[in-house]
């Protein structure tokens, strides 16, 4: 039978054809195949794409909020109750967590209260803009910095609509600051998905 060799002097018959696309360092039984990954693992891939469809959206949606408003009010409180004071004796925080309160007038307070939920704003905003781009709405739909732009001032106007809610209800209805920070959140969730899923993001 008419063969011929290989380089590494292995013979091979020339009617054979040649072991395309096969890395003999990895010969077949060697353990080394490719495998699929596991049915958790591509769900998890799958969950946190963009295509995961409205509801694992939504979900996304709620669990970035839930984080953004942790960090909003870790900062609101850090300031509430250091440098620029806004919590009154029978606060919540002040009775549950003994947080330092101050004696103020509700003009001051809910001054404070303002200054201290534009702060907290900010910093969640960044780290919120940058999860939802990144795990639940599919950016592109303006360049980077005019979305940017269109997200914070979402969220800016979200953010003093909620807080001037809040804010009359300090001073006209003397609610306690943690229950107006309760309200401007609220508010501020629900008009920012809006915003974000239909203006913003490509959805």
Same mark, same amino acid.
């Given at each position: 039978m008419?063969?011929?060799?290989?380089?590494?002097?292995?013979?091979?018959?020339?009617?054979d054809?040649?072991?395309r696309?096969r890395d003999?360092?990895?010969?077949?039984?060697?353990?080394?195949?490719r495998r699929d990954?596991?049915a958790w693992?591509?769900?998890i891939?799958?969950?946190?794409?963009?295509?995961?469809?409205?509801?694992?959206?939504f979900?996304k949606y709620?669990?970035?909020g839930?984080?953004?408003?942790?960090v909003?009010?870790?900062?609101?409180y850090?300031?509430?109750?250091?440098?620029?004071?806004?919590?009154?004796?029978?606060?919540?925080?002040?009775k +549950? $967590?003994?947080?330092?309160s %101050?004696e103020?007038?509700?003009?001051? @307070?809910? &001054?404070? *209260?303002?200054?201290?939920?534009?702060? +907290? $704003?900010?910093?969640?905003? %960044?780290?919120?803009?940058l999860?939802? @781009?990144? &795990?639940? *709405?599919?950016?592109g739909?303006?360049?980077?910095y005019?979305?940017f732009?269109?997200f914070?001032?979402?969220?800016?106007?979200?953010?003093?609509?909620a807080?001037?809610?809040?804010w009359?209800?300090?001073?006209?209805?003397?609610?306690?600051?943690s229950?107006?920070?309760v309200i401007e959140?609220?508010v501020?969730?629900?008009?920012?998905?809006?915003a974000r899923?239909?203006?913003?993001?490509?959805?």
């Open positions: 008419d063969r011929q060799v290989d380089r590494d002097g292995r013979g091979r018959d020339k009617r054809p040649p072991d696309g003999k360092r990895d010969p077949p039984g060697s353990g080394c195949e990954p596991p693992r591509r769900f891939s799958r969950f946190l794409s963009h295509d995961s469809g409205p509801f694992a959206q979900v709620g669990a970035i839930v984080a953004s408003t942790i909003q009010m870790l900062v609101f850090l300031l509430a109750s250091t440098c620029c004071r806004c919590l009154g004796p029978d606060d919540w925080a002040v +549950g $967590f003994g947080l330092p %101050v103020v007038s509700d003009w001051v @307070r809910g &001054f404070r *209260f303002v200054v201290d939920t534009a702060l +907290g $704003f900010s910093v969640a905003n %960044v780290f919120c803009w999860m939802n @781009r990144a &795990f639940v *709405f599919r950016p739909k303006f360049a980077w005019k979305e732009a269109l914070f001032g979402a969220a800016a106007c979200a953010m003093a609509l807080t001037g809610l809040s009359v209800l300090i001073n006209w209805a003397g609610i306690q600051t229950a107006a920070v959140v609220v501020s969730f629900v008009v920012n998905f809006v899923k239909f203006f913003i993001f490509k959805g």
